[in-house]
Structures are given as C-alpha cells and as structure tokens.
C-alpha cells in the first residue's frame, strides 16, 4: 500500500493575488475530500495545510479511508472542490475505479480529482485519464509542501472557475469538449495544433495566426511544435530564428517570464512538467474583456493537465512501442506500424539479422557491439528513402516496412557492402535478409512477421550473408514440419518408434559380421515415416540426446539377446550425432548403458559423422580415445560427404571408414565413374582401416568393390533393415 507522506521545511505561501484576508469563523471554506488507507497521510496531509486560505477561503478537511467511504461523501456532499486520491488502497486500482463512479454514477464533472500514489512507477490507465477529466497525477514523494499547496491551489482555482460557468456561462461547454476532443490526441505536436485551433474558436478568432513553441528537456532550445494559418511554414523552427520580430518576442519573453503575455497579440504560458513550458500566440487586435480573460484561465488550467497527460502517455508509448538504445521503433511497434500501414500498393517487409553478432559480443565486449548497432542502424536509416520504417525488433535484428520499389534485396545488400568505420576501427559486417510483399489481401502484421521470420531462418541456413524474398512455399514447409515435431514428440513419448537392424557382412564369404541399427517411426495407422523426414528434425529441436540415449540402450540390449542365442562374435553399430557425441556426460552415459546391459564393449561399434570433429577436434580427439579405451570401435561414416580432411581423419584415430551409399551407387551405374568409392577404399588402406561400403544392393557392386580392395559390405543385397524379433529369426537361419 502506499507509504506516508515527507514534508520537508520549505515555508509555505498562499497565493494573494486578490488581497485575501486572514481566515475567520465566518469564512467560506473549500471542502477538500482527503482519500488513503494509511492514517499517517491524513495526518500529514492535515498538518500540511492547516491554517492555509486559497481565494481567500480556508480549507476544510474531510477524511476517507477507502474506495466506497469516499464514495458515500461524495454521495451526501454536493460542493466538494477537490479529491485528494489515493490509486492504490484496498486493490491496485481501487482509486481509479472510483474516478469512474463519481464521473458516472454521480455525474459529478465540476469536482477536480488530483491522484496520489507512492508505489514508484505506477500509472493510471490511459483511458481513464482521457476520459474522466483527472486534474492532477503525482507521486507522493514529489508532493513537497510548497507543491501539495500548489497543486491544491490550481485545482481549487480551476473547480471554482467551472463551477461558476456551469452556472453561468455557454461557452463552459466550449472548454469542456475542447479538453475531450484534444484528450484524445496522443501525439504533443497534434495536441499543440489542437489547443492553439481550440484557444482561436473559444475567443471567436480565426485559426490564421497561431504558434505554439516549448523545449523538452531533450531540446537544444525552443522550438515551434504547431503552426496554423501563415505560420504552418514555420513547424519546428527554432523560436531564436523566426524572421517576424514581434512573433519573437513574445515568445520568448513568454517562454523566459514563465507568464501570460497580453498583447500585443496574446500569448499563454502552460507550465508543463518536463519541458521549460510551452507558450500559445494567437493575434488578437483587441484586448480582452473579463469574461474572455475567465475563459482563458479555465482553459488554461484544463490544457495544462492536458499537456501532462499527453508527455506522460507519450513516455509510456516510447517504453512501450520504442527500442531505447536506438530510438527506433522496437518489434511491438513495428508490428503496429504494419498492421497501420498504406495496402492501396505494394509494400515490403524486410528483416535484417547480423551475422555472427553474439560471437561479436563475446569475443570483444558488448561495448563494441552497440557501436556496430549504431553504425548498422544509421547506413540502413541513410540508405532508406524517406517515409520508409525502420526499427529493431530484436537484439541484433531490423525491421524495414516500406514501398516495394525501394525496400529491395540489392539496396538491403548494399548496405553492408563496404566496410564499417567505428572511430577508426573498420570492420566488415555480414547481414542475412529476408523481404515478404505485403498488399490488400495480405493477412494481419503479426502473420507477415511470422513468415518473414520464417524466410530468415531459411535464409540463415542456406543463403547466409544474402537479403532474399518470400517464398510461400516456406511458410506451408515450416507448419508441416512443426506439425511433424509435434507428432515426433508424441510418438517418442507413446513409444511408436522402434529400432530395425539391417545385416554387415564379409564380401568375400558373406559371413554376417554385425548389424546396423537404424530408427524408425511408425504411426497409429501404420504409415511409415522416412527417416530423413524425421531425423533431422529431431536434430534441431533438442530430441536427439533422449532418442540417442533410447537407442543405445534398446540397441545394447538386442546384443545381449543376440549374444544369449550363441551369437556371440557379433558387432553392433549404432549411429551417433553430434549434439548426443558433444554432450559432457556422453562417455559416462555410454558406459552406464553397457554395464546396465551387460554386454561386451568389444562387440560395439559407434558411427560417428565428420561433423563431430568441426571446430572441436581438440575434445573430440579425447573423446574417441576414451571410446576406444573401453574396447568399443568407432567408425567414420558417410565418409566423404561433407567435411573431409585427410589430417582430421588421422587425428581422430577410428577403426573403420564406411563408404556413402551415393558413392556405391556410382559403382553400379557406371564403372568408370567409381573413382571416389575407390578413393576411399585406397585412403582406408593406407591408414590401415577397415572400409565398409553400404547400399550395396546387387552382385555387380560386391564384385567390383572387392576388387578395389573393400573388406565389408552393408545393403539390399545382404539383408533389408528387419524389427528385432525378425532380425532375430532371420540369424538363426544364417548362423
């Protein structure tokens, strides 16, 4: 709940503009309605303005520790000026839901509302405060004494102000919708045109010559944030340049003087927090009458709040829609940008992911990354014809969302195309990009995004470095695999996948050496999937440590059966990949499975691919020697299919190269095109390795693979991959 209120010694003061008397008995008072759960900030709050007049009355305190008790003195108290809310009581927003009962239920509109809360970084709902005509939010470490006293003091000023126009005065009606209508604009430039068009209809003027000028604390100086009539040209000019003198000058003794400037011409000071103020001019040939001046200050009071709202919800938007670091639009504003944007033409959304950024991070410092940002952030904004989006919508990744003809793949790519300076460090930069056309029949922006990041992962994989368009084709391909691993997970956990073992034999006796076991899936319906379908996708999502480890035991364990039945010179193989071989525990694992299986080392082979070794040859080196120091064989196989180098093949120290399928095809359909496979077999020789061809499926390919010198075979010819219980039947008629 909130925390009581500090009041430090500052030496409180009325304001006596209208030479106010020392408060009597007989005195009219302002009824000033205090609402908190905690009693020290009713007895603050009392001591704070005891004794105090404003517009020469005194003030009287009446206490509410709740939403609903305040509620019932509202009810039964009809001249209540000012409410002194607590937003946090009994719930998080028991204060603002009040806000709604007494502008709804009660209907009461003239009361003037100040919100207080001392939770750090809380804030009302927007609607809220846009709807139901707040005076004031404050935090209550910043309410001061001199500064409770001061906001008291506007709102007290502003509810006597409405009171009396709603009783006497039409254009009351005027301000009020004038405060709705600008309330609802979010934008400070859009309010500023709205206040100055607003102020010219109150008067009776034409919007033909009025500026409004302010600095945020961001700025440099003041500058013209809205401009109607003949001084539109001069949006955003700073005030210390414009060529007509009076306009000048008024402005700036405004803006300095922090004060009203009447005439000539009229000008209005807005004290507005985070900003040195804003200043309203509008011409006026004449000077005011009293009623006109009441007007103005009724009006200014309610667009002072309204200038406060419109910062604070444009602080809130910028957290919320904004990259912080960049000032760019982040990924929920990009998104809303899109889902806002112009479909009468083609348009195109383009992602553009860094290459190898994260490693940029590590190997220097984060430091240096954020420059890269900056840099990559600001060629990209030079690089994009104006009224094109750009954003960040991750931590190493832009969105773009503009007309097709501009955002293409060669101005994307060109971007990155030179170097980048960083304070005298030049560095290249590698980019990936994927650009999806978005028109009228386009789907929702979350939709484009989604297969755009579908397009740069693909991109990533197989067209690093390159900006490349949308194919649809790649979003119908994702959900089919998705769905595959859906269906993968499922079938693992429910136990549908099962291992077949596929026969290793002598080529020249043909006597069976081992098996090959391979994993297979088979759903509810019976329908096969192929394992080229299924495996990589495990790969890549996380599933290949437990579906290894599964197959290790189920593996070992039909070895031991296979062993029992008197087999007992025979060698399994079991394929691992290389997330399972890189896992730290994976010797351990392994040897827990052979001793839970009690099986012997000697009769299992590992068949590892070249990838284990890439960018870890060190540890794998270590690893294999492990291996092999428990008595098990490793193979290389698929040897020569992806990173084959004959320095790695020695350092790796394995037992047997196994011949790719695609290479034994080659042997059969042309024997002068078998050069790889007998490559291989002569590399195996030289190094004093056993080769093993597989997919040997007809006697044409054993002959010649024999006469090249290849010890082992595996394929069609030989055995198809048969389920355990079968491949056990078929070994007893071979034995």
Request: hydrophobic content about 45%.
């Amino acid at each position: 709940m909130a925390k009581a209120l500090s009041f430090d010694d500052e030496e409180l003061f009325a304001f006596s503009d209208d030479g106010e008397e020392t408060p009597t008995a007989s005195m009219s008072v302002w009824n000033v309605l205090v609402v908190d759960d905690e009693p020290d900030v009713h007895e603050a709050t009392t001591l704070a303005l005891r004794d105090l007049t404003i517009e020469g009355r005194a003030l009287r305190l009446l206490h509410a520790s709740s939403a609903d008790q305040a509620f019932a003195v509202l009810a039964n108290e009809h001249d209540i000026a000012v409410v002194l809310l607590d937003v946090v009581m009994e719930t998080d927003d028991a204060g603002l839901r009040l806000v709604r009962r007494v502008r709804e239920d009660l209907g009461n509109h003239a009361v003037r509302i100040i919100l207080r809360t001392g939770q750090p970084g809380y804030a009302p709902e927007l609607e809220t405060i846009r709807t139901y005509d707040i005076n004031d939010y404050k935090a209550k470490s910043e309410l001061t004494r001199t500064r409770l006293f001061t906001t008291l003091a506007v709102a007290i000023r502003s509810y006597r102000q409405v009171h009396q126009l709603e009783m006497s005065r039409n254009g009351l009606e005027l301000i009020i919708s004038a405060c709705t209508d600008l309330g609802k604009l979010r934008a400070l430039r859009l309010y500023a045109e709205g206040v100055v068009t607003q102020l010219c209809a109150l008067l009776g003027l034409p919007p033909e010559g009025l500026v409004c000028a302010g600095k945020t604390l961001d700025d440099v100086q003041p500058r013209v944030i809205a401009a109607a009539g003949r001084y539109r040209s001069l949006m955003q000019e700073p005030v210390d340049t414009l060529t007509d003198a009076t306009l000048r000058r008024v402005l700036e003794d405004c803006l300095s003087r922090r004060a009203h400037v009447l005439g000539p011409g009229l000008c209005l000071y807005f004290e507005v927090s985070e900003t040195t103020g804003i200043a309203a001019y509008v011409e006026v040939a004449e000077g005011l009458d009293p009623v006109n001046l009441e007007l103005l200050e009724v009006f200014c009071a309610s667009v002072t709040v309204g200038f406060e709202n419109v910062l604070l919800q444009q602080r809130l938007y910028d957290n919320a829609y904004m990259d912080q670091f960049l000032n760019l639009p982040n990924r929920r504003g990009f998104m809303e940008e899109v889902s806002r944007g112009d479909r009468r033409e083609d348009m195109t959304v383009a992602l553009v992911d860094l290459d190898d950024f994260a490693e940029m991070n590590t190997v220097l410092d984060h430091q240096f990354g954020d420059r890269v940002l900056e840099a990559v952030a600001g060629r990209l904004a030079a690089a994009l014809m104006p009224g094109t989006l750009l954003a960040r919508v991750g931590g190493d990744t832009f969105g773009i969302y503009g007309p097709s003809d501009q955002v293409t793949p060669l101005c994307i790519e060109r971007v990155f195309s030179a170097p980048f300076d960083l304070d005298g460090e030049v560095l290249r930069v590698s980019a990936t990009a994927s650009l999806i056309q978005v028109n009228a029949h386009a789907n929702t922006s979350a939709d484009v995004l989604k297969n755009a990041s579908i397009a740069l992962k693909q991109a990533k994989m197989l067209q690093r470095g390159r900006a490349t368009l949308f194919d649809e084709d790649l979003s119908a391909s994702a959900r089919v695999r998705i769905n595959l691993l859906t269906r993968l997970r499922a079938a693992f956990c429910a136990e549908q996948l099962f291992l077949a073992y596929q026969p290793q034999v002598d080529l020249v006796t043909g006597r069976v050496l081992g098996a090959e076991a391979l994993l297979r899936w088979e759903t509810e319906d019976g329908t096969m999937v192929p394992p080229d379908e299924f495996i990589p996708l495990a790969e890549q999502s996380g599933l290949t440590v437990p579906i290894g480890e599964w197959v290790l035991r189920t593996a070992c364990r039909q070895l031991k059966r296979l062993t029992d039945r008197g087999h007992t010179g025979f060698r399994m193989a079991i394929n691992v990949s290389h997330t399972q071989f890189r896992e730290p525990g994976f010797v351990a694992v392994l040897g827990q499975a052979l001793q839970d299986c009690q099986v012997n080392p000697k009769q299992l082979e590992l068949e590892l691919t070249e990838s284990v070794a890439i960018g870890h040859i060190d540890s794998t080196v270590e690893k294999i020697q492990a291996i092999r120091a428990m008595g098990i064989t490793v193979a290389m196989d698929d040897f020569g299919t992806g990173y084959s180098s004959l320095s790695v093949l020695k350092q790796l120290n394995v037992d047997r190269l196994k011949i790719d399928r695609s290479f034994v095809q080659e042997v059969q359909e042309n024997a002068d095109t078998s050069g790889i496979a007998e490559l291989v077999i002569a590399l195996g020789r030289q190094l004093g390795l056993v080769t093993i061809a597989e997919g040997v499926e007809d006697e044409g390919q054993r002959r010649q693979l024999l006469e090249m010198g290849c010890q082992e075979g595996q394929g069609y010819l030989f055995g198809h991959p048969m389920p355990g219980p079968a491949f056990e039947a078929w070994m007893a008629t071979v034995a």
